[in-house]
């Protein structure tokens, strides 16, 4: 089976894949290039969400997952839009319209990444068999279980990407050589380093996951109103 992990960056998205004589990464730029990703791979594991609610503000995954990771990290985690609001055309908008259904305004963040949302909704619900195998995990929450249970230096520090890096260099021999590589080869406001250890994670996390299994939070999975998994996926 062929295995990534995917996040994205000011470009796009960044693709990593550690399989065994496939490693390789990769700049999707457009919706195609990410289309054709989904139909090659078997398994990849993307920071996006993808499973979302029709009317609370914050999904079940989101609450848990929040409270996994603990004060200090539970700031990476943000509540994505509502579907109601996912196409709407403009951030107020969008925010009417969560306003309508629970009297709280989408964050800005949120907003920022929506397109990446709608394109990865988008492609989920109108390709069979992608939605069985492009699956939403989170970096930080693999990074803690990396490091044994928790992560002792925030990303945006660069202390933080070289304890990361460190801990992927440990397991993934090309590691070390991707992110020297990706940074040479592509400008910063481009791909920044934690975009790039973030999709390391994920890409070694979704090939430990074909002999090690998936486990998700919550552990009983709902889905949404269009049939995409509400959950967190981790090893």
Excluded at 10 to 39: C, H, M, N, P, T
Excluded at 73 to 98: D, G, K, W
Excluded at 174 to 185: L, T, V
Aim: negative net charge.
């Amino acid at each position: 089976m062929r295995t990534a992990g995917l996040d994205g960056c000011q470009a796009g998205w960044i693709l990593i894949s550690f399989d065994e004589g496939e490693e390789k990464y990769e700049i999707l730029r457009d919706k195609d290039a990410v289309k054709d990703a989904f139909g090659f791979f078997d398994r990849i594991l993307i920071d996006m969400p993808i499973g979302l609610e029709d009317e609370e503000y914050t999904r079940e995954c989101d609450k848990l997952l929040r409270k996994r990771l603990g004060g200090e990290y539970s700031s990476s985690v943000f509540s994505p839009p509502i579907r109601p609001a996912l196409y709407a055309p403009t951030y107020a908008e969008a925010n009417m319209i969560s306003y309508e259904y629970n009297e709280k305004k989408l964050s800005l963040q949120s907003w920022n990444i929506t397109p990446k949302i709608q394109m990865v909704d988008d492609l989920l619900i109108n390709n069979e068999g992608f939605a069985e195998k492009i699956l939403e995990s989170h970096p930080e929450l693999l990074f803690q279980i990396m490091n044994g249970g928790m992560i002792f230096q925030k990303k945006n520090l660069k202390k933080g990407i070289k304890h990361r890096l460190e801990l992927l260099r440990d397991r993934e021999k090309e590691a070390e050589d991707f992110f020297r590589d990706i940074k040479e080869e592509f400008r910063r406001n481009e791909v920044d380093e934690d975009d790039i250890v973030d999709a390391m994670v994920l890409a070694h996390y979704a090939k430990v996951s074909l002999e090690k299994g998936l486990k998700t939070i919550p552990e009983q999975v709902e889905t949404d109103s269009e049939g995409l998994p509400k959950a967190i996926h981790y090893v």
